[in-house]
């Protein structure tokens, strides 16, 4: 005789798979549409305000207090990272890394473009006369590496650094195939001979599931009606981080091998998040 779960279980499995397939619905339907009418500029702006109401990365707060993740710990006590010197540290945050590193013995150039994150990092950073962080954007980097203008310009330009680092996932918010090459072109030239080191949000679902037969549609509707912009695989948003792009290990090492660097180390542990170093070819 076959046996056969209660009848309340099976109500519950079901249930589960409905909830399961409506938050899959949600998800793509709100990628789609959100990365569709609104452009660059506008993304960046939601993600600054978004980013502005994160009390817990500036100073005080519960991830800033933290100080490095194990992962980074590991990461800059190993060769080839530099046990001392100048380091260039793009997308800084609050100031997590940037106090850590000035309390290891580095002299940081640190830059933030949201102002409330910058302001955190800039008090935070204080006690290191050695050590400044400005408010700038990965574009501003770009800018005074290619037309040695912007905010950063003084700051990077005629300067050696013995390693870069791109804060925790700020690389997820390079959202295009063009934009990773110019900010790793970009990094190639200020820093020609130092390690990069980086750390990213993963793709992890190819996008080829029944479901997602439903995008096409989305994206024919969206253009039918005039949507500024498309979304690419891997863009997503959420509420805690704005829109964001999950790369894949295939982008990254497109990014790195078109911009002169070669990929020294790759690691996804599934305890900590996916992180690289980067060498100069």
């Given at each position: 005789m076959t046996m056969r779960l209660p009848l309340l279980i099976r109500i519950n499995f079901g249930a589960e798979r409905i909830l399961g397939v409506a938050k899959r619905l949600h998800a793509m339907f709100r990628d789609e549409i959100l990365w569709a009418?609104?452009?660059?500029?506008?993304?960046?702006?939601?993600n600054r305000i978004i980013w502005e109401g994160r009390p817990s990365y500036l100073p005080g707060g519960y991830i800033f207090e933290g100080g490095l993740l194990e992962w980074e710990r590991r990461a800059i006590r190993e060769p080839p990272f530099p046990e001392a010197g100048r380091i260039l540290l793009g997308g800084a945050g609050g100031g997590r890394e940037l106090v850590s590193l000035c309390r290891r013995g580095f002299d940081v150039v640190a830059f933030e473009p949201s102002e409330q994150l910058y302001e955190g990092a800039r008090q935070a950073v204080s006690p290191f006369p050695n050590s400044v962080v400005v408010q700038a954007s990965y574009r501003d980097f770009v800018a005074a590496a290619q037309e040695h203008a912007g905010p950063l310009a003084s700051h990077v330009l005629n300067a050696s650094f013995d390693a870069v680092l791109f804060g925790w996932a700020s690389f997820n918010y390079v959202f295009t195939e063009s934009d990773r090459h110019e900010l790793l072109c970009a990094?190639?030239?200020?820093?020609?001979?130092?390690?990069?080191?980086?750390?990213?949000?993963?793709l992890r679902d190819a996008e080829n599931g029944k479901l997602d037969g439903l995008r096409p549609g989305i994206r024919r509707i969206c253009k039918l009606l005039a949507a500024p912009s498309v979304r690419s695989t891997g863009d997503v948003f959420l509420s805690y981080t704005g829109f964001t792009h999950l790369a894949s290990r295939d982008e990254l090492e497109a990014a790195a091998g078109g911009s002169g660097y070669?990929?020294?180390?790759?690691?996804?542990?599934?305890e900590s998040s996916p992180h690289a170093l980067l060498l100069p070819q």
């Open positions: 009418w609104f452009g660059p500029e506008e993304r960046e702006a939601v990094t190639r030239t200020i820093a020609p001979k130092a390690p990069l080191l980086l750390s990213l949000g993963m070669r990929i020294l180390y790759f690691r996804a542990p599934v």
